[in-house]
């Protein structure tokens, strides 16, 4: 990042980066629609990764048809999700604790930035004990436009106080990864269930396995 603004703040998505909810969604949307007879496309909830609530409706308007029972298969996934939820807690990503830890230590700002909806983000990082340690948490219900549009990003600076060019962006999708890019802020990508494509991957500063390494990538660019 030497030919960048200083760090000043780092802006985390949720799902899949902090959280290891994509995969418990994705077997509870298993469940639901077998429920209903329907048979879960895996290509469709790769392709909802990273976006908003209503992206994902019309993704599963458009693969299922108008006959879909929408509202019930998505009441039945988000039950099945809670249940674990609440009887497991929010499952945590390797190397999130100390990440935290390093950038407290550091005084380094930090914010959530999420297409999830706001109800979600504050249930999750509460059952995760998290929800103290981000002042700042940013919707996809919040914004007009979601992820790859840079609003959530733009507005999780704003409320930092913070410069866009500033802000790091940690991700694990494509939509997320691009919506970071537009916003003119640096992005590490450290892939969930989907690896990002070429073309993706060259808009990041780095690509990483986990958030140790993330941590590791942040302490090698800071100033000796």
Avoid at 67 to 78: H, I, Q
Avoid at 81 to 102: F, S, T
Avoid at 128 to 145: I, K, M, N, S
Wanted: aromatic content about 6%.
């Amino acid at each position: 990042m030497a030919d960048r603004a200083p760090l000043v703040a780092v802006l985390f998505d949720m799902d899949g980066l902090m959280l290891d909810t994509e995969r418990l969604l994705y077997a509870a949307w298993q469940r639901a629609m077998a429920d209903y007879g329907y048979q879960a496309s895996e290509e469709v909830f790769l392709a909802s990764l990273g976006t908003t609530v209503a992206a994902t409706n019309q993704l599963l308007r458009a693969a299922y048809g108008p006959d879909f029972p929408l509202e019930a298969t998505n009441g039945r996934t988000g039950d099945y999700v809670w249940e674990e939820v609440d009887d497991r807690g929010a499952p945590l990503k390797p190397g999130l604790l100390a990440l935290l830890d390093y950038l407290e230590a550091q005084d380094i700002p930090k914010a959530v930035a999420s297409s999830s909806e706001r109800t979600t983000i504050d249930r999750l990082l509460s059952s995760a004990g998290l929800l103290a340690r981000f002042p700042v948490t940013v919707a996809g219900d919040e914004v007009v436009h979601g992820k790859p549009a840079p609003d959530i990003f733009l507005l999780a600076a704003g409320r930092l106080g913070v410069d866009p060019a500033q802000c790091l962006v940690l991700e694990d999708s494509e939509p997320g990864a691009r919506a970071a890019h537009a916003a003119g802020m640096a992005v590490i990508i450290v892939p969930d269930l989907k690896s990002p494509s070429d073309e993706v991957a060259r808009l990041a500063a780095a690509v990483l396995p986990d958030l140790h390494a993330v941590q590791d990538w942040l302490a090698q660019q800071a100033p000796a």
